[in-house]
């Protein structure tokens, strides 16, 4: 039986986190666990405390997951020390960063992102004397590089000494959730109630490391999968809030005209930075590039301009 592996958004920002020959290891690692996530060829260990939460060692680093009928969620990599294994919050040290290319690539803002972990919708509140503390560590360029923040926001993070000074910084929320996450660990179990993502193959997780790959594709609730199959004989209009997963249920209906062997579908968005992100999702969900399958990903306003250079 080959076990499907899903992540959460702090398994991601800590993975950029560590160093490089590390986050090798990573990929191999979770190629055991699709197989033998029980007992990870003799080196899993179950934590005390926790249902069906696991971890194994890559050297001075533990990758915690748990486990689910069919599936393993990766939770966290992080690396040990002797509260690794505790609920509290573990000590943290400076990174040991890596070499990555100078080039970093662009986001956008409005890409989906979870809550910072010391804000009030992160951490229900918790933790709040920790904003007025120092920080764990100098946030210096070479961290901030292999963390994949855009080299923009270095000069503002660069003069921040506390956390709450961090939270008022104008940065988008999915940089400073990877600040945070990795000055700040979150516990194992609330981690365990964090969405989840998709992961398609191991070596997906070199390309994110790398910067290739930015986005990995949300998976769908119980309720969301029943709206793949909802109207297949006209239009469908589904209504909800930012983050909710509109956009991702989307891309998995374009899956199923697909499969259905629709030849000619049109995916439209409003920025060329979504039209990018929603390429790379959708290469995940179809298995190679979209123009294969008859896709197009683009922006209502290269559409109007099309129109109007042809007429």
Not at 180 to 196: A, F, S, T, V, W
Not at 270 to 290: D, M, R
Request: charged fraction near 25%; charge should be negative; aromatic fraction near 8%.
């Amino acid at each position: 039986m080959t076990f499907s592996i899903t992540l959460t958004p702090t398994f991601l920002n800590e993975l950029i986190g560590i160093p490089q020959n590390v986050s090798k290891r990573v990929s191999r690692s979770i190629k055991i666990l699709e197989r033998d996530p029980i007992s990870a060829e003799g080196d899993a260990k179950k934590l005390k405390g926790h249902k069906d939460v696991y971890r194994i060692r890559i050297g001075d680093y533990r990758l915690f997951y748990a486990i689910g009928t069919g599936w393993v969620k990766l939770l966290s990599v992080r690396k040990r020390d002797e509260r690794t294994y505790e609920i509290e919050i573990p000590d943290v040290v400076a990174p040991e960063t890596s070499p990555l290319p100078q080039n970093l690539p662009s986001y956008d803002s409005s890409l989906p992102s979870p809550p910072s972990p010391l804000s009030q919708k992160g951490r229900g509140g918790e933790r709040e004397e920790t904003k007025d503390e120092g920080l764990p560590f100098a946030l210096t360029e070479e961290i901030l590089r292999q963390w994949q923040i855009p080299s923009s926001y270095w000069a503002a993070i660069a003069k921040v000494t506390t956390a709450e000074a961090l939270l008022e910084l104008d940065v988008p929320d999915r940089f400073l959730n990877v600040i945070l996450d990795n000055l700040y660990p979150r516990p194992i179990e609330e981690i365990e109630r964090q969405p989840e993502f998709v992961l398609k193959q191991p070596e997906d997780l070199d390309r994110y490391f790398a910067g290739d790959l930015s986005a990995f594709l949300l998976k769908l609730s119980d309720e969301q999968e029943k709206l793949i199959q909802f109207g297949n004989n006209g239009t469908v209009l589904i209504k909800g809030g930012p983050g909710t997963g509109k956009s991702t249920l989307a891309l998995y209906r374009i899956k199923k005209l697909v499969d259905q062997g629709c030849t000619s579908i049109l995916f439209t968005t409003y920025t060329n930075a979504l039209v990018s992100y929603s390429e790379q999702l959708l290469e995940q969900l179809l298995g190679c590039p979209v123009d294969q399958k008859g896709v197009e990903v683009t922006t209502i306003d290269s559409i109007a301009r099309r129109y109007f250079l042809t007429t």
